[in-house]
């Protein structure tokens, strides 16, 4: 398996709180995306990094962002967290811009 | 605006008969149209994939169809087996791109 790793796994958090989750890999790769997991809409990509400090925006972008200040640290910040923010959130890793690897996910609630 | 777009959303088949997702796609600048199976509490995995100058990829039981003129395709299952029992999501990916799109997936579900 891809040495890809979030955290936390598992999140609770409060309408209007700061959440952060993170992306960690072990594979040097250059790309690395964020996506969002909703019934019904399958996977939607929030902000996605070509690089270090290098990051764009997705389809789902509003509320999120994103740094990237080492190859192998990739987070997705909430502002100011909102209920339409629940999801599962998934981090993926490329080399090659086309076949990725998925991290386990993150499960957020948002009371 | 839904890059690639999937159906059905659900998929009901027997033991031993053939699935069929179908996938359709906009941006022509996409390069790579890979497949990936999920698993309840699992992220996605790579399943099969197919660049647009083929227009037929076989590994096993899987299949993929490409049409390139009417910028879709289909994953097909061969045989299908209840250990198939997952999500399915089509994606769109490479070219000029630096981003991955994916369907809105099909849970498939295989009956014994």
């Known amino acids: 398996d891809a040495g890809i790793t979030q955290s936390p796994r598992h999140k609770v958090t409060e309408t209007g709180t700061p959440v952060t989750l993170r992306c960690h890999q072990t594979?040097?790769?250059?790309?690395m995306y964020w996506y969002r997991q909703d019934p019904g809409h399958g996977l939607r990509l929030i902000h996605y990094s070509y690089g270090v400090k290098d990051t764009d925006k997705g389809e789902v972008s509003d509320g999120y962002s994103v740094s990237r200040s080492k190859t192998e640290d990739f987070l997705l910040t909430l502002e100011s967290a909102t209920s339409s923010q629940t999801s599962v959130y998934f981090c993926?890793?490329?080399?090659?811009?086309?076949?990725?690897?998925f991290g386990q996910g993150t499960r957020l609630t948002v009371v | 605006q839904q890059q690639v777009k999937q159906s059905p959303q659900s998929l009901i088949v027997q033991k031993g008969g053939i699935s069929i997702i179908n996938c359709a796609y906009e941006n022509t600048a996409f390069d790579y149209f890979p497949w990936y199976q999920q698993f309840p509490g699992k992220g996605p995995a790579l399943l099969i994939a197919i660049r647009p100058d083929v227009s037929e990829k076989k590994e096993g039981r899987f299949t993929i169809s490409f049409n390139k003129s009417a910028k879709q395709f289909s994953l097909h299952i061969m045989d299908s087996q209840p250990g198939d029992s997952a999500t399915y999501f089509c994606a769109a990916s490479g070219g000029g791109n630096n981003d991955m799109r994916f369907g809105a997936g099909t849970r498939l579900t295989v009956k014994p």
């Open positions: 594979e040097n790769h250059r790309y």
């Open positions: 993926a890793i490329s080399g090659d811009r086309r076949s990725a690897f």
